[in-house]
């Protein structure tokens, strides 16, 4: 008896809608795609939008319950979510619409699914108290619209979100994501444990806010800008600096521009050099020193010696080039072997740079054949003196297995002061004077004369050379 005195009162509220507002919601549920529903206080539907029906149609076709697909709005009218959804689900929505009953509270644009399963669909969800013109609360009605293909296409772009993050965070490179005001939107993780803190603490913020250093913001920033003013892409290599280790890194910075070609941001993706750099030092190196005793090589000693000359023109002054030839080194050689042979020469080397100053080159040219050229000399320096000092320098023994192996040397020196003398010249006069001096009884000192060219050795090509002085 209290279920239809309740039945009763429920009919009697609904008996006072007029008839304009009776069609007028007629007209609205019957062409709205939206779900729409009306309940009493026991949960039983009272009317039903046109999107209800539709919405359930599509779930029982998916079901492959076809006796139901030529159902009306009528179907829906007194049953509750137990006669139509899946029990746990039905027991929820129940749940929520009894404490909108109790509590007057609304739910507003809440997500949900009409299935416990994966079937399901995804809808956004408002509920609020339906009351009588009395402000009497006589059940619920909600607005349900279907999202699942946002809700879906979100999940796929969240999905690839994820697949991209993976990547970037497993990238060996730093990238970052700036905006036109070179403020960071997105770095990886490389890219954050080079600035030392944490994505969340990195986004938002600019390189000077990070407190990058001087020296990165010099090289780095100008390259960021140029890239947001002319809209082309742009490299650049800068340090940092990790503890006590310099790396070297190389940036190529692209634009991000919006379809009216506007400057939205810039992509940069910075490699770590630091190891290709290293590799580099050591070729240029090896490219310009003596593998065995770490001299400079003969390319090195043009090289000097081309801009020791480019620099007479307008520093006047001397340059001289000592060609120093060890006496008799085969013997050394053919006696105790390459391997000891070797040996004197990488000793010989460092006595002929302690005979030297730190501005002053010694070169290998090979063989048992060193050079040293000064450069930058003093009014008073003079070329015997200097050659004097190489000699000396060579002769204490050199020591093996307890033996003392006595080493001299003959040197051939020349004075330059003429600018445009070639260089090939100077060298092969230096040659053409050391040969001299082998031929004045050897561990001796010759310095260049014009008259050596008609004396030198036959296999020396010879040539007419103009006074040194």
């Known amino acids: 008896m209290k279920a239809e005195h309740q039945d009763a009162d429920d009919e009697r509220s609904f008996e006072h809608v007029s008839h304009v507002e009776r069609v007028c919601l007629h007209n609205l549920l019957a062409m709205t795609n939206e779900a729409i529903y009306f309940k009493d206080l026991s949960n039983r539907f009272i009317l039903v939008s046109k999107g209800v029906l539709q919405h359930h149609l599509a779930r029982e076709r998916k079901k492959g319950h076809i006796e139901k697909l030529d159902l009306g709005p009528e179907y829906y ?163 940092s600096q990790l503890g006590a280790q310099t790396i070297w890194w190389h940036a190529r910075m692209v634009p991000q521009l919006s379809a009216d070609g506007v400057v939205t941001g810039l992509v940069m993706a910075a490699r770590d050099l630091t190891q290709l750099k290293a590799v580099q030092t050591v070729l240029a190196h090896q490219a310009l020193h003596d593998h065995l005793t770490g001299l400079a090589n003969r390319l090195a000693l043009m090289g000097r010696l081309s801009a020791a000359m480019a620099n007479l023109r307008t520093n006047p002054g001397r340059i001289v080039l000592l060609f120093i030839d060890l006496d008799n080194f085969k013997l050394i050689n053919d006696a105790y072997g390459h391997d000891v042979g070797d040996e004197v020469l990488t000793e010989v080397a460092l006595r002929l740079r302690g005979a030297a100053r730190h501005a002053d080159m010694v070169a290998r040219l090979g063989g048992d054949e060193f050079v040293m050229l000064f450069d930058v000399l003093a009014p008073d320096r003079d070329a015997r003196m200097l050659a004097n000092r190489a000699l000396r320098s060579l002769r204490k023994g050199f020591v093996h297995d307890g033996e003392t192996l006595s080493v001299t040397a003959s040197i051939g020196a020349v004075v330059i002061s003429d600018p445009e003398t070639d260089v090939e010249d100077v060298l092969r006069d230096a040659d053409i004077a050391m040969y001299s001096a082998k031929a004045q009884g050897k561990n001796q000192i010759a310095m260049f004369q014009p008259v050596l060219t008609c004396t030198a050795q036959p296999n020396v090509e010879l040539a007419p050379v103009a006074h040194r002085v």
């Open 77 to 239: 009218i007194g049953k509750t979510d137990l006669d139509l959804y899946d029990a746990a689900l039905a027991e929820e929505w129940m749940e929520e619409e009894r404490r909108i009953i109790e509590t007057a509270a609304t739910m507003v644009d809440i997500l949900e699914r009409d299935s416990s399963d994966t079937e399901g669909g995804w809808f956004r969800t408002s509920k609020a108290p339906l009351r009588d013109e009395n402000g009497t609360i006589i059940g619920t009605f909600g607005i349900s619209r279907d999202v699942t293909a946002q809700v879906v296409a979100e999940q796929e772009l969240a999905r690839r979100e994820a697949q991209l993050r993976a990547v970037l965070d497993s990238s060996p490179d730093v990238i970052a994501c700036y905006n036109q005001e070179l403020r960071y939107e997105m770095v990886n993780a490389k890219a954050a444990a080079l600035l030392g803190t944490t994505p969340d603490k990195i986004v938002g913020r600019s390189d000077e806010e990070l407190g990058r250093p001087p020296e990165v913001l010099s090289l780095l920033l100008p390259a960021l800008q140029h890239v947001v003013d002319s809209k082309e892409t742009h490299e650049v290599e800068f340090p």
